[in-house]
């Protein structure tokens, strides 16, 4: 099946570090992924939608500036949250779709600790 | 705006028993609704997925329906067992351009032995 894998799983870092979350589709070419987040016994939110080649689309609410997503090869995006804070610690979660419509694969998430 | 909501929030059984988890979304127009398993600190797994014109989707102990006009689905695990414990969130998916997935809160499961 398709698989979508997910770098870090799991980071720390001093308050005031930009950093850089991967997403790769493995076995197929993902024109579509997605980046949620996801607070402690809470759902998952989208923050939002990239395309290859194109600029992301966020969300109400989402800051561009503060999470840039890069999504240059159909194979991988990047979120890289820019000088994280603590309010930023979250679990981070893509997904990844081959096209419109089509279920969305998941990644194992990334869980972020700002100190 | 579409809103989903699952209820219970929490629930504990004994292992054997069957269950029903609920959830209900606001806007019938919807291009699929998917039920998803998440363990602690992982990613989801998809267990169900019921497209728009479905009424029911089964896999081994589970079977997930569908009411699109009320804006309901359930789902039924039969015989629960302790690795069944985990959290279960359903997703529905928009039916515009954009087929963002808009999830549920989830219910968290323990089955106890």
């Known amino acids: 099946g398709a698989v979508v894998s997910q770098h870090p799983s799991w980071v720390i870092c001093k308050s005031g570090t930009s950093v850089k979350i991967e997403c790769r589709s493995l076995d197929f070419q993902a024109t579509t992924m997605f980046w949620y987040r996801q607070f402690p016994k809470q759902s998952l939110m989208l923050m939002a939608t990239s395309n290859e080649g194109s600029k992301a689309t966020y969300e109400q609410g989402v800051e561009k500036d503060k999470f840039l997503i890069n999504h240059a090869s159909l194979t991988l995006s990047t979120l890289t949250v820019t000088s994280a804070h603590p309010e930023d610690s979250s679990f981070y979660i893509c997904s990844a779709e081959d096209r419109g419509g089509q279920p969305q694969h998941f990644g194992d998430g990334t869980r972020l600790s700002i100190l | 705006k579409q809103e989903v909501t699952q209820i219970p929030a929490a629930l504990s059984v004994p292992e054997g028993e069957n269950l029903v988890l609920n959830c209900s979304f606001t806007?019938?127009?919807?291009?699929?609704l998917q039920w998803f398993r998440q363990d602690p600190g992982k990613g989801l797994t998809s267990l169900l997925l019921i497209q728009s014109s479905q009424r029911e989707q089964t896999s081994g102990r589970l079977n997930a329906s569908l009411d699109k006009s009320s804006g309901r689905s359930t789902l039924y695990i039969a015989a629960s067992q302790p690795g069944d414990s985990a959290t279960y969130l359903c997703a529905v998916r928009l039916m515009d351009s954009s087929y963002k997935l808009i999830f549920g809160s989830g219910t968290r499961l323990l089955v106890r032995p």
């Open positions: 806007d019938s127009a919807i291009y699929n």
